[in-house]
């Protein structure tokens, strides 16, 4: 398995690199502090290619490699991990799953603008009461002839209330579980959906996360996706692709801790001498340092083997469960090594550990991953 960079991986990391920190850091802070979502930012992602990296360029993405997005998105998370994660949720959920179980019809109206950022989407499977437990679905979708009528409440939605479309899994038939729930294509507008609470969030505050509600919401038969009852199959498949982004998303706020360590451990002096020469200091950073190097080559041997035709999710859930433990870590030990400054906003690292605990959470918890790769080892 190689894991070397080649020429487009090389120019797309160099080309994200200077794009996160020449277009997206002079804001970041202000956003995280207002809670301010990056809309002109993802318009010039998704001019840069970067909204639809996977998908074939007939159907408006730049048709690029699975490791070619790894090196991309951690570049954007390690400047700002809510850019990421909008950038995240569009190509690993929506566009991959209009993608790869759209129809011609589907892809035709709906994923040409969602690859080429014109439109922004959403996916929408956790709710109140269905969040580990997704096959627990609540919300209803009633065949009435040539539509479905939707009812039920999502919640925990990203890029929920900014979404043009949003791919919503509902229950078509509640007697047969996980093999009784559709996913239809739903566009914002839509009569009876409409944007419910907006969270106040610890941490990735200018992406927004929102309940969505859906009241006698008519969808027209032709935007499901796939057969009735396939819908727990597609959000689980589809959550297999979407865990290798998110470990790309912790992987990115892992590298700053480090490289913010770095830069103030040889900047801050204390008894007369850089703290970059106490080896307390130097331990932190030589862990934080093979923790991130080990999390990057589970990430980019989960993208291989997706792109191979393998048998990925095990190894998805391993990258996931590493880099955002490694995140998190990263985080507190930089705090650590800024002492007082750590614990402050100026100097950044307080939000890394802010955004770097959802990374745990969010597209399956560290506990759920575990039962991944624990079940796959003993089946």
Same mark, same amino acid.
């Given at each position: 398995m190689?894991?070397?960079l080649n020429?487009?991986?090389?120019?797309?990391?160099?080309?994200?690199?200077?794009?996160a920190?020449?277009r997206?850091?002079?804001?970041?802070?202000?956003?995280?502090?207002?809670?301010? *979502?990056?809309?002109?930012?993802?318009?010039?992602?998704?001019?840069?290619?970067?909204?639809?990296?996977m998908?074939?360029?007939?159907w408006?993405?730049i048709?690029l490699?699975t490791p070619?997005?790894?090196?991309?998105?951690?570049?954007?998370s390690?400047v700002?991990?809510?850019?990421?994660?909008?950038?995240s949720?569009?190509?690993?959920?929506v566009?991959?799953g209009?993608?790869?179980?759209?129809?011609?019809?589907?892809k035709e109206r709906?994923l040409?603008?969602?690859?080429?950022?014109?439109?922004?989407g959403? *996916?929408?499977?956790s709710e109140?009461e269905?969040?580990?437990?997704?096959?627990?679905?609540?919300?209803?979708?009633?065949?009435?002839?040539?539509?479905?009528?939707?009812?039920?409440t999502?919640?925990?939605i990203?890029?929920?209330?900014?979404?043009d479309?949003?791919?919503?899994?509902?229950?078509?038939?509640?007697?047969?579980?996980?093999?009784g729930?559709?996913?239809?294509?739903?566009?914002k507008?839509?009569?009876?959906?409409?944007?419910?609470?907006?969270?106040?969030?610890?941490?990735?505050?200018?992406?927004?996360t929102?309940?969505?509600?859906?009241?006698?919401?008519?969808?027209?038969?032709?935007?499901?996706i796939?057969a009735e009852?396939?819908?727990?199959?597609?959000?689980?498949k589809?959550?297999?692709?979407?865990?290798?982004?998110?470990?790309a998303q912790?992987?990115g706020?892992?590298?700053?801790?480090?490289?913010?360590?770095?830069?103030y451990?040889?900047?801050?002096?204390?008894f007369?001498?850089p703290?970059?020469?106490l080896q307390?200091?130097? *331990?932190?950073?030589?862990?934080?340092?093979?923790?991130i190097?080990a999390?990057?080559?589970?990430?980019?041997?989960?993208?291989l083997?997706k792109?191979?035709?393998?048998?990925?999710g095990p190894?998805?859930?391993m990258a996931?469960?590493?880099a955002?433990?490694?995140?998190?870590?990263s985080?507190?030990?930089?705090i650590?090594?800024?002492?007082?400054?750590g614990?402050?906003?100026?100097?950044l690292?307080?939000?890394?550990?802010?955004?770097a605990?959802?990374?745990?959470?969010?597209?399956g918890?560290?506990?759920?991953?575990?039962?991944?790769?624990?079940?796959?080892?003993?089946?």
């Amino acid at each position: 398995m190689d894991f070397s960079l080649n020429d487009t991986h090389t120019m797309i990391r160099d080309t994200a690199r200077k794009f996160a920190d020449e277009r997206i850091a002079p804001g970041t802070i202000e956003r995280d502090e207002k809670e301010e *979502f990056p809309r002109e930012i993802v318009r010039e992602l998704g001019e840069l290619g970067f909204m639809g990296m996977m998908v074939p360029e007939e159907w408006g993405g730049i048709g690029l490699d699975t490791p070619s997005y790894v090196y991309a998105l951690e570049e954007i998370s390690r400047v700002d991990a809510s850019v990421g994660v909008i950038m995240s949720v569009n190509n690993s959920l929506v566009c991959y799953g209009v993608n790869k179980d759209g129809t011609t019809e589907q892809k035709e109206r709906y994923l040409r603008d969602l690859a080429s950022g014109r439109k922004l989407g959403a *996916f929408a499977l956790s709710e109140p009461e269905a969040g580990s437990d997704a096959s627990n679905q609540r919300t209803i979708a009633l065949r009435d002839g040539e539509r479905y009528i939707l009812n039920g409440t999502k919640n925990w939605i990203t890029n929920g209330s900014s979404a043009d479309v949003v791919l919503v899994m509902a229950a078509t038939d509640k007697g047969k579980g996980a093999k009784g729930i559709s996913t239809f294509i739903v566009e914002k507008g839509t009569p009876g959906f409409t944007v419910a609470k907006k969270e106040k969030k610890l941490g990735i505050r200018s992406s927004d996360t929102v309940s969505l509600s859906f009241a006698d919401c008519a969808v027209p038969a032709a935007n499901r996706i796939g057969a009735e009852g396939d819908g727990f199959r597609f959000a689980m498949k589809t959550l297999e692709g979407g865990r290798i982004g998110i470990a790309a998303q912790a992987l990115g706020i892992a590298q700053a801790c480090l490289d913010a360590s770095v830069k103030y451990a040889k900047e801050r002096k204390a008894f007369d001498r850089p703290i970059a020469e106490l080896q307390a200091i130097q *331990f932190k950073i030589a862990d934080m340092a093979t923790n991130i190097d080990a999390s990057r080559m589970l990430t980019l041997k989960a993208a291989l083997m997706k792109d191979a035709g393998e048998p990925f999710g095990p190894d998805a859930a391993m990258a996931k469960l590493f880099a955002s433990h490694t995140a998190v870590e990263s985080a507190l030990e930089a705090i650590q090594i800024h002492g007082g400054y750590g614990y402050v906003r100026e100097y950044l690292v307080e939000r890394y550990l802010r955004d770097a605990k959802i990374t745990e959470i969010y597209e399956g918890t560290s506990e759920i991953q575990r039962i991944v790769i624990a079940r796959a080892l003993l089946r």
